[in-house]
C-alpha cells in the first residue's frame, strides 16, 4: 500500500506564491515511478496540473503553464509544486498523486494508482 500525505496548501493573495509537497510512504512506495499534482474546484471535474515522469519529464495544463513548477526527488518518492503569479481561479483542493508507471503517456491513459486526501489552496484578496 501506498499513502501520499500532502503539505503546505493555504491561502494567498492575487499574485502571490505557495509551495506544495507530498511524500509517499508505505512498503509499496518503492514501485512509484510517476507522481503528479491534480486540482478540484466547485462544480468542476478534477484536472491535471503537472506530472512529472520517473525521467523527469513532465506535463503541464495549460492554465498553469509559466506559472506552476513541478519538481521531484526521487530518491524521496517526494513530488513539489511551486505556484507563483497565483489568481482566483487557481483556488481548488489539490490532489498529490502516484503511479507505477513509468510514462506519462501511460498514466494519462490508465489515471494515477494512488492519491492523497487532498489540501486545500485560496487565492482571495
Known amino acids: 500500500q501506498v499513502q501520499l500525505v500532502e503539505s503546505g496548501g493555504g491561502l494567498a493573495q492575487p499574485g502571490g506564491s505557495l509551495r506544495l509537497s507530498c511524500e509517499a510512504s508505505?512498503?509499496?512506495?518503492?514501485?512509484?515511478?510517476?507522481m503528479g499534482w491534480y486540482r478540484q474546484s466547485p462544480r468542476k471535474e478534477r484536472e491535471l496540473v503537472v506530472i512529472i515522469d520517473n525521467g523527469g519529464s513532465t506535463k503541464y495544463a495549460d492554465s498553469v503553464k509559466g506559472r506552476f513548477t513541478g519538481s521531484r526527488d526521487s530518491a524521496k518518492k517526494a513530488v513539489y509544486l511551486q505556484m507563483d503569479s497565483l489568481n482566483p481561479e487557481d483556488t481548488a483542493l489539490y490532489y498529490c498523486?502516484?503511479?507505477?508507471?513509468?510514462?506519462?503517456?501511460?498514466?494519462?491513459?490508465?489515471?494515477?494508482?494512488?492519491w492523497g486526501k487532498g489540501v486545500q489552496v485560496t487565492v482571495s484578496s
Open positions: 498523486a502516484a503511479s507505477e508507471e513509468y510514462t506519462i503517456a501511460v498514466v494519462m491513459d490508465y489515471g494515477m494508482d494512488y
Open positions: 508505505g512498503h509499496s512506495s518503492v514501485n512509484v515511478k510517476t
